[in-house]
């Protein structure tokens, strides 16, 4: 069934100024190619990909306003004038009052969960994602997933499976008591459950229980703009606002965020945290000496700080981000249409085939997703992710495999990159494979990491 969101164009608004070749391969180059990488498409060389959906993280297209902004670049050790203008724009598009920059989302992470978290403490969430965790981990908390059931299953309809349900935090706290509860992670949109938006309501009810409890919410609001975008289309009484405006809404019911500006705030580098506590925020500035840089560019040359600035504004922009989850849903709707399994609804910055459908025949032990993952860069140059088993990585006390619910392979859209050709060559690719799936065999893992193995885990094919 075609999925429809209100606006029935979704042209881009803006025109190519500058084109990047990409190198053309064969099938039997592809099949040395993805042997060489272990079947991993994260070991891949990006000259031999076609068309690149691993990831919309850093790979969006940036603008001639973005790229003059690059020559503004003051690299001043301390003060870089270009650290104001992106406090200025945090500020006004996001309203939190502090910020300190940071190479990206994950160095941000690391230090807000360590001056936020105490060892033992819980942090309930709207599903994991897999930095987010670790470094929750890592400061010696335990991560809870408080999302709602319909998340978890891939064929349910619901439009918010970004939603926390409210019993299950109640539980929590109930349980281990608000004391040993620091913050609840919120995340605009949930990234593992397939891009899928939280709703205003809920996120309004986590605030009241959260407020009568005094725990803090951490915002990683990294594609909180598509978040935003997915609440005026399908959330009641939304319809008439601007999306600049439903992302300030959201930014206002929150304490703290972090941020990967390498997705929404399409630039390639860059990120910060941002807070409303004057405490956190001194703690903040001291930490980020200690792992980024000095708190006025934490890791980022002031003309990054410059482009981000200039791509905050343009990420709020209603035409760009109709443009941006509109070509998504292109490509979903296709898929769709040709009777492909997907996760629904469609979400907001990728396409997630669901693997345990599309190979019915290969247990979760031989690594569906990473198969599907291998077999469509085969078949035309397109390199997209596994999201299963692989990446949900194992259980920290008992060392034992994670089994997630979703087994999924991800085509995730770079903002800008690509046109709606490219997005029938990846259409047309998913269904060639789909129809010649019962002779596809899965594979064993040859070589796991210690930490978030999808990066650098090496397969070989089952004999
Ligand atoms: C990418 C991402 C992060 C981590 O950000 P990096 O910039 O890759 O370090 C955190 N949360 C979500 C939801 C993300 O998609």
């Not at 919309?56 to 203008?85: I, V």
């Not at 006004?92 to 001056?115: C, D, F, M, W």
Request: with cysteine.
């Amino acid at each position: 069934m075609k999925q429809t969101l209100k606006p029935k164009s979704w042209a881009e608004p803006y025109k190519i100024k500058m084109v990047e070749p990409v190198f053309m391969t064969t099938k039997a180059d592809r099949q040395r190619y993805i042997a060489e990488a272990g079947y991993n498409t994260f070991l891949l060389r990006s000259r031999d990909v076609y068309i690149d959906l691993l990831t919309d993280s850093g790979t969006s297209a940036m603008s001639d306003r973005q790229w003059a902004a690059l020559m503004l670049g003051d690299e001043a050790y301390a003060g870089s004038e270009n650290f104001y203008h992106l406090e200025d724009a945090v500020r006004r598009y996001y309203g939190y009052k502090y910020i300190v920059p940071t190479h990206q989302g994950r160095g941000a992470e690391n230090i807000l969960s360590q001056i936020l978290i105490s060892p033992g403490q819980y942090i309930p969430g709207n599903m994991y994602f897999t930095t987010t965790r670790l470094h929750q981990e890592l400061a010696g908390g335990q991560f809870v997933d408080i999302i709602v059931d319909e998340a978890h299953d891939p064929d349910n309809l619901f439009p918010f499976k970004g939603n926390c349900d409210l019993e299950k935090l109640q539980t929590l706290i109930a349980k281990v008591g608000a004391e040993n509860i620091p913050y609840v992670s919120i995340a605009t949109t949930v990234n593992m459950a397939g891009g899928q938006p939280i709703s205003l309501e809920n996120l309004r009810a986590v605030r009241e229980l959260t407020n009568k409890h005094g725990i803090k919410i951490v915002h990683d609001m990294t594609r909180v703009a598509e978040n935003a975008f997915m609440i005026q289309q399908l959330e009641e009484g939304q319809g008439t606002k601007s999306v600049a405006r439903i992302v300030r809404e959201i930014c206002d019911l929150t304490d703290a965020a972090t941020m990967s500006s390498k997705k929404d705030a399409l630039v390639n580098i860059g990120g910060f945290m941002a807070m409303n506590d004057e405490q956190v925020y001194d703690q903040a500035r001291n930490l980020v000496v200690v792992y980024e840089g000095l708190h006025t560019y934490g890791g980022m040359a002031g003309r990054d700080m410059e482009a981000l600035s200039v791509g905050i504004a343009e990420s709020v922009e209603d035409t760009h981000i109709r443009a941006r989850v509109g070509q998504v849903h292109y490509l979903g709707n296709k898929l769709l249409e040709a009777g492909i399994p997907l996760i629904r609804p469609l979400g907001t910055h990728g396409i997630f085939l669901n693997a345990t459908k599309f190979l019915p025949h290969l247990s979760q032990d031989e690594f569906p997703a990473q198969t599907l993952a291998a077999e469509l860069y085969i078949d035309s140059g397109v390199r997209a992710m596994e999201r299963g088993i692989v990446s949900a990585g194992r259980d920290k006390k008992t060392g034992k495999r994670n089994y997630p619910k979703l087994e999924s392979v991800r085509l995730t859209l770079p903002r800008r990159v690509y046109t709606q050709a490219h997005m029938d060559i990846v259409a047309e690719s998913v269904i060639n494979v789909y129809e010649r799936r019962a002779g596809i065999k899965g594979l064993e893992m040859i070589y796991e990491p210690e930490f978030l193995p999808f990066f650098q885990a090496r397969f070989a094919p089952r004999a």
